[in-house]
């Protein structure tokens, strides 16, 4: 019975490490982390990015800059990736909320 533990706890043993490992090879997406983000597409309300690896980001109007933002596309262009703060993670939907308050933008078209 013993020796059978014993495998046992080596047999878990490596499991986990295969488990460490899988999750080790996927991004960590972290609230106040900066990642580079694409838009692919715009609404009234926000900028909606593609994160990369299955994710996807809302960057509402209210989180990209302090000055008044009257539409999204005097700040992004469709395609033209961008750095993005995390504000939010939701792991189950896969979905972010980003914020570039931080970094202080200026509109395209002054």
């Given at each position: 019975?013993?020796?059978?533990?014993?495998?046992?706890?080596?047999?878990?043993?490596?499991?986990?490490?295969?488990?460490?490992?899988?999750?080790?090879?996927?991004?960590?997406?972290?609230?106040?982390?900066?990642?580079?983000?694409?838009?692919?597409?715009?609404?009234?309300?926000?900028?909606?990015?593609?994160?990369?690896n299955?994710?996807?980001?809302?960057?509402?109007?209210?989180?990209?800059?302090?000055?008044?933002?009257?539409?999204?596309?005097?700040?992004?262009?469709?395609?033209?990736?961008?750095?993005?703060?995390?504000?939010?993670?939701?792991?189950?939907?896969?979905?972010?909320?980003l914020?570039?308050?931080?970094?202080?933008?200026?509109?395209?078209?002054?």
């Amino acid at each position: 019975m013993i020796i059978k533990n014993d495998k046992s706890v080596e047999h878990n043993s490596t499991t986990d490490n295969q488990v460490i490992d899988e999750t080790s090879k996927k991004p960590l997406f972290v609230v106040d982390q900066e990642i580079q983000v694409t838009p692919t597409g715009f609404k009234e309300y926000g900028v909606f990015c593609d994160c990369g690896n299955g994710y996807t980001g809302l960057l509402h109007i209210s989180s990209i800059t302090s000055k008044f933002v009257r539409n999204v596309s005097d700040y992004f262009t469709i395609g033209q990736p961008f750095t993005a703060k995390i504000k939010e993670v939701h792991e189950e939907t896969k979905k972010l909320s980003l914020s570039t308050l931080a970094f202080n933008l200026e509109s395209k078209r002054a």
